[in-house]
Each structure stands twice: as structure tokens, then as C-alpha cells.
């Protein structure tokens, strides 16, 4: 009786409230509402278009040929993109190619094999990654890891492939400083971990219960009900995370600029340094004037489009795996 009685109140409560609602208010929320939408569209058309006004010069010099070319002659006033771009490419597609599978197995043991009293523990780590600035994962990899890495990872390798096709060439270190490719990808992996496996183990944690107690119910071992029951059911928001990840592993600066080593260098080397389009920005950017200003801005266009680029194929990538 007393929850009816509650009831009744939250009624009568709510209807003076809608009495008391006056059509002005209720336009001025509508209004407000598009203008904050509006806001977020006009700050974006405004970063293309200064980023578009601020290259054009670039553009304009180079033509296509920015695109495609490797020179990067800051005295000589040649600039060309492509390694900026092949190396940013390769650094996030490392970063993924270690990342996922290490995301995913973290949201699976938080959601299906981890003691109750571990789960909260873990899970606080994991977000607290997180909120870790790049620039503190950019000193730790340069002073802490690369050092490391050299000595344990790149010596040894470079011993035992040295002379051999293919891979002799790829895992082969030059200069065994511990910088690089590999070393900038194993950062950014580190870094979009947290976001892809809190956002997986939340989707997983949405899933019906039902769903995997009637999978175990029919005699499904652990790995049977993840492959058949929990990542189809999630595979939408497993994408999303992922491209999510990937986009942080695009546009990241300090952390990469730490690592990489920051040399105008095509290699098929995993070990030798390069760079990407933001540390090259990052870098260059402070004592840029004229053309050189110009094309470190075309860059910056460019890592746009690619970004974009990227999220286009992420939603047509969900839509394909929406539709039944």
C-alpha cells in the first residue's frame, strides 16, 4: 500500500511539473541543444580549414608528388610525406597487431576466469593506464625500455638472423640503440590497451547471462562459449573499441616522438628509426617559417584524411557485421 501511495505521488509530481513546462523554455532547450551540435561542427570546420589555407602552399609547390615523395630537405626547401605517412601507418598496425589480442584476452579473464576478490583490483589498473600522459610512456620507453630492448631483444636478433632472407632483413638492427619502429608500436600498444579491453570487458559484461548459462548448460567448455557465445554477441562493440584504439594510435605525439627516433628513413626494417607524421610536426613545428611551415600543415591534412579515412571504414565495417 505505501508503495502505491509512492506511486501516486511521483505521478501527481511529475504532472505539475508538465503543467509548469512552458513551451519557451522547451523551444530554448531545442535550441540549445543544436547549437551545442553545432559548436562541434563549426570547431571542426574551422581546423580543416586553417590546416587546408596554412598547406595549400605545400600542395600548390609539390602537387601529388607530396605525397609520393620521400625527400625531406629542410635547407633545400624539398618536402615529401611518404615516409612520415608509411611510418605512422606501420607504427599503429604494429600497435594493433599486439594490442588486440592482448585487449581482448584481459576483458575475457575479467568477465569469465578472474576471482571475484581480483577482478576490482585489476580492473583499477587497467583504467588507471589509461589516464597515464603520453609523454611520461615516452620517457619511460626511451630511458627505460629502449634500453632493454637493445640489450635483450635487438643484439641477440640481429646475431641470429644476420644473413638470413627475409626475416634477416626485417628483425636485422643496424645501429641497436633499442629506438624504432617496433619500439614506437610496442608503446602505442601499451597505451591503447586500457581503452580496447575496458570498453571489451563492458560489452561483455551486457551480455545476457542466460546466453552463457545455457552454453555451459549444453556441456561448452570456457573457450567454446568466448568463440561461439560472448564475442559474436559483442563483435559490433569489439570493432568500435578497436578503431578506437587504432585512432589513438594515429594521432599519438609525444610518446612516439620519444621512441621512434625521428630519421626521414625508409627501411624494411622493424628496428631501424623512422618517423610519423605527428612527431615529425611535433618536432619541426617550433622553428618551421615559410614552405617549411606549409608542409608540416599538409601534413597535418593529410593525417586528418587518413583518420578519417579510417573511421569511414570502421563504421562500414560495423554495418557489414550489423547486417544479418
Known amino acids: 500500500m505505501a508503495v502505491l501511495s509512492d506511486e501516486i505521488i511521483v505521478s501527481n509530481n511529475m504532472q505539475s511539473v508538465r503543467r509548469r513546462t512552458s513551451p519557451v523554455f522547451d523551444q530554448g532547450f531545442r535550441w540549445a541543444s543544436y547549437g551545442s551540435a553545432l559548436i562541434v561542427l563549426a570547431v571542426l570546420a574551422g581546423i580543416i580549414g586553417t590546416m587546408i589555407y596554412g598547406g595549400w602552399p605545400a600542395f600548390q609547390e609539390f602537387g601529388f608528388g607530396f605525397i609520393t ?67 611520461i610512456y615516452g620517457m619511460w620507453g626511451l630511458f627505460v625500455f629502449a634500453p632493454l630492448f637493445a640489450n635483450y631483444v635487438q643484439i641477440p636478433l640481429t646475431t641470429l638472423v644476420e644473413g638470413m632472407p627475409i626475416i634477416g632483413t626485417i628483425l636485422y638492427a643496424r645501429v641497436p640503440s633499442g629506438v624504432g619502429m617496433l619500439t614506437a608500436g610496442i608503446i602505442l600498444a601499451i597505451m591503447i590497451i586500457p581503452f580496447i579491453a575496458s570498453i571489451t570487458r563492458d560489452m561483455l559484461d551486457q551480455i545476457p547471462s542466460i546466453l552463457r548459462e545455457s552454453a555451459y548448460g549444453i556441456g561448452c567448455t570456457t573457450w567454446e562459449v568466448v568463440r561461439h557465445v560472448l564475442l559474436p554477441q559483442a563483435g559490433v562493440s569489439i570493432i568500435g573499441a578497436v578503431m578506437l584504439g587504432l585512432g589513438r594510435a594515429l594521432g599519438e605525439t609525444m610518446a612516439v616522438t620519444f621512441v621512434i627516433g625521428n630519421a626521414n628513413r625508409l627501411s624494411l626494417s622493424l628496428f631501424d628509426p623512422s618517423s610519423t607524421i605527428a612527431s615529425r610536426i611535433a618536432n619541426e613545428f617550433n622553428e618551421a617559417s615559410g614552405l617549411h611551415m ?11 584524411v587518413v583518420t ?17
Open 294 to 304: 606549409s608542409a608540416l600543415l599538409a601534413l597535418g591534412c593529410i593525417l586528418f
Open 69 to 135: 615523395s620521400s625527400i625531406w630537405n629542410v635547407g633545400g626547401e624539398q618536402f615529401g610525406a611518404w615516409v612520415a605517412i608509411t611510418g605512422t601507418l606501420t607504427s599503429a598496425l604494429i600497435a594493433l597487431v599486439i594490442g588486440v589480442p592482448i585487449s581482448i584476452g584481459i576483458a575475457i579473464f575479467l568477465t569469465q576466469l578472474c576471482p571475484p576478490w581480483l577482478r576490482r583490483p585489476v580492473s583499477t589498473v587497467i583504467e588507471l593506464l589509461a589516464a597515464v600522459p603520453s609523454i
Open 308 to 324: 578519417f579515412i579510417v573511421l569511414a571504414l570502421a563504421r562500414l565495417l560495423i554495418a557489414r557485421v550489423k547486417t544479418p
